[in-house]
């Protein structure tokens, strides 16, 4: 008769392809809805992950204004404070935050880029719908609807 030697509990492992892939919460220069800011926070958390806070600003092609240094201007007190909430309350939870800024002429399209380079797992794009144009809107939820690499979430 044969016996069965267990050695103690086998530990998976995990390669560099299974690890987690991060939360990309992201808007178009206006505050964050609640609904995605609660969504990306519980979703880092629930899966360990970080989060990446990106604000994608349209860039004016004013060649003298990037020279003079007026296009770097400070955000609005209550912008600021929408986009620094997310962060915060992530931080509170023991989760590692990037905070990002991109500006572009085409914010859409950078939003698609930094998502791949990122490689992040969920993408929140969550502006403020009363805040923002219609048609802005939905021209990027179609974008991000048909090319995000990623799972997606909306506000709606």
Same mark, same amino acid.
């Given at each position: 008769?044969?016996?069965?030697?267990? /050695?103690?509990?086998?530990?998976?492992?995990?390669?560099?392809?299974a690890?987690?892939r991060?939360?990309?919460?992201?808007?178009?220069d206006?505050?964050?809805?609640?609904?995605a800011?609660?969504f990306?926070?519980?979703s880092a958390?629930?899966?360990?992950?970080?989060?990446?806070?990106?604000?994608f600003?349209?860039?004016?092609?004013?060649?003298?204004?990037?020279m003079?240094?007026?296009?770097?201007?400070?955000?609005?007190?209550?912008?600021?404070?929408?986009l620094?909430?997310?962060?915060?309350?992530?931080?509170?939870?023991?989760?590692?935050?990037?905070?990002?800024?991109?500006?572009?002429?085409?914010?859409?399209?950078?939003?698609?880029e930094? @998502?791949a380079?990122?490689?992040?797992?969920i993408?929140?794009f969550?502006?403020? /719908?009363?805040?923002?144009?219609? @048609?802005?809107?939905?021209?990027?939820?179609?974008?991000?609807?048909?090319?995000?690499?990623? @799972? @997606?979430?909306?506000?709606?």
């Open positions: 008769m044969r016996s069965v030697q267990r /050695r103690g509990p086998r530990v998976p492992v995990i390669s560099d392809r690890k987690g991060p939360v990309l919460l992201a808007t178009l206006v505050p964050f809805e609640h609904d800011v609660v990306a926070v519980d958390v629930e899966l360990g992950q970080p989060l990446i806070v990106a604000n600003v349209e860039r004016a092609p004013l060649p003298l204004s990037a003079l240094g007026y296009d770097d201007l400070p955000y609005p007190p209550h912008l600021e404070d929408s620094a909430a997310p962060a915060r309350l992530a931080q509170e939870l023991g989760v590692t935050v990037t905070r990002l800024r991109v500006k572009s002429f085409h914010p859409i399209p950078a939003m698609l930094v @998502l380079e990122q490689g992040a797992g993408f929140v969550g502006p403020d /719908r009363t805040k923002l144009r219609r @048609l802005r809107y939905l021209r990027a939820a179609r974008a991000l609807r048909s090319e995000a690499p990623s @799972l @997606l979430w909306l506000a709606e």
